[in-house]
């Protein structure tokens, strides 16, 4: 069983879209946990840490279920520089990355 | 603060040749961690480590393949005998000291260097 699972898309949005993407982990003990972005063959760069509170910035808002292991990244009035893949990222000792969900805006 | 590097960027090795990658952390962060992307894949874990220790090497090959972080100097992704399926790209990151409080796990979050593509011929 993989540590953390994603829908592998691929997304496709219109510009100003609203799009979703969601994971799920299953080490329950899990403290921290991040969204990364990576573009095509670049290192992937921290997107936002993920709250248990829940937390925006700007555009993007991640919420965090821990009764049901659950990450979400939403992402609000789509841009054409969104297009990347996204990586839902659990650190537990080490970093457990899914294998991101791909999202291409469309003009 | 200079990020994380990784030197070479690019590395073309003939089978059954070595490569040593390197990988030096940003300034202050003791963790090092070592990652495998094979083209259309996603991030494969390879190797946590210390300072002078190996914390969870479950990602690594059994064989040819082997990671130091010396108390002095880089960290260093060592893959003997290379094969055609080891073409791909290595990216390490690194991540601050981890203290005992729950602030101290919070936002630890990993930082990447560009990674060196590794091509067997």
């Given at each position: 069983r993989k540590e953390v699972e994603q829908d592998p898309g691929p997304f496709n949005v219109p510009e100003g879209a609203t799009v979703a993407f969601n994971c799920t982990y299953s080490?329950?003990?899990?403290?921290s946990f991040f969204w990364y972005r990576q573009d095509c063959r670049k290192e992937p760069k921290l997107l936002m840490s993920v709250y248990s509170s829940g937390n925006e910035d700007g555009r993007f808002t991640a919420q965090l279920n821990r009764a049901s292991q659950y990450i979400s990244l939403l992402i609000r009035d789509?841009?054409?520089?969104?297009?990347a893949t996204y990586l839902c990222v659990v650190k537990e000792g080490q970093f457990y990355f899914g294998t991101g969900t791909s999202l291409t805006v469309i003009p | 603060n200079a990020g994380v590097m990784q030197n070479p960027r690019h590395l073309v090795r003939r089978r059954g040749q070595e490569a040593r990658l390197r990988c030096s952390p940003m300034k202050g962060h003791s963790h090092v961690y070592w990652y495998r992307q094979l083209p259309e894949e996603g991030l494969k874990f390879m190797v946590y480590l210390q300072k002078e220790n190996i914390?969870?090497?479950?990602?690594?090959?059994?064989?040819r393949f082997s990671a130091e972080f010396p108390k002095e100097g880089p960290s260093i992704l060592r893959i003997q005998?290379?094969?055609?399926?080891?073409?791909a790209a290595y990216f390490c990151a690194s991540s601050p000291i981890q203290g005992p409080r729950l602030v101290d796990l919070m936002n630890t979050e990993a930082f990447f260097g560009q990674g060196t593509r590794l091509t067997v011929v």
């Open positions: 080490n329950s003990a899990s403290q789509s841009k054409l520089s969104d297009s | 914390i969870d090497e479950s990602g690594m090959p059994k064989e005998q290379v094969v055609r399926g080891d073409s």
